[in-house]
């Protein structure tokens, strides 16, 4: 049975950089999907941040897109955020999930239980 | 960006109960919905996607309907469990956006 777990720091200093960690297990992340990043706030309710393909091909929200990136380490079934110049606003629940396309939809069938992160000096 | 209105932003049910929540999107987009239920610190989890498929697992008391702009998510004899709050997803264009959420409450 396939899952996602994020990992990483739950606490960022104002201007620093969030990272963290999605770990694909119980099955290969080589597969035909999406993996990406959602986040899920008080303030601005559930965002979708962006998303990578196993090639390396990514899709960024355009609203965050100059402070994202997203990456992929094949070999450790992982894929990565990074968010730079973070503020007070980005505190939030990080969830890594699937996206799984079809020939009528595509959707998100799998997601991780989510990790904190808090912005704060 | 698709804005996506949920409604209501809460209500209050019994078990047993039928309750129906509404999703209308700022543009018509086929039927490219999905409805989530999330739970604190639990995994969220897909229970409709492309407006009316239910995804497998979820128990039939869930089910969706609608196309173009206007969407609902419809649980019949509500348990205990499904307390929770409950989200619209638009994948007909990016950036995938999601409805404000309804709380369903005791």
């Known amino acids: 049975q396939v899952q996602v777990q994020e990992s990483g720091p739950g606490l960022v200093k104002p201007s620093g950089t969030l990272s963290l960690t999605c770990t694909v297990s119980?099955?290969?992340?080589?597969?035909?999907?999406?993996w990406s990043w959602v986040r899920q706030s008080p303030g601005k309710g559930l965002e979708w941040i962006g998303e990578?393909?196993?090639?390396?091909?990514?899709n960024y929200n355009p609203s965050l897109k100059s402070r994202v990136t997203i990456s992929v380490d094949k070999s450790n079934n992982q894929f990565f955020l990074k968010l730079n110049s973070v503020t007070a606003a980005d505190t939030a629940i990080y969830y890594c999930?699937?996206?799984?396309?079809?020939?009528?939809?595509?959707?998100?069938?799998?997601w991780g239980r989510g990790t904190l992160v808090t912005v704060s000096s | 960006d698709i804005q996506m209105t949920q409604s209501p932003s809460s209500l209050s049910a019994s078990v047993g109960d039928r309750v129906s929540i509404t999703c209308r999107a700022s543009q018509t987009m086929s039927s490219f919905i999905n409805w989530y239920q999330f739970k604190p610190g639990k995994a969220p989890r897909l229970l409709i996607h492309a407006a009316s498929s239910l995804e497998s697992g979820v128990p039939i008391r869930f089910s969706g309907s609608g196309s173009g702009t206007d969407f609902i998510l419809i649980i019949n004899d509500l348990q205990r469990e499904d307390f929770a709050t409950y989200y619209c997803q638009q994948t007909y264009s990016e950036p995938w956006t999601f409805g404000q959420g309804t709380k369903v409450e005791i």
């Open positions: 119980g099955g290969s992340i080589s597969t035909s999907n999406w």
């Open positions: 990578i393909y196993h090639s390396g091909s990514t």
């Open positions: 999930a699937r996206r799984t396309v079809t020939l009528r939809n595509w959707y998100f069938n799998l």
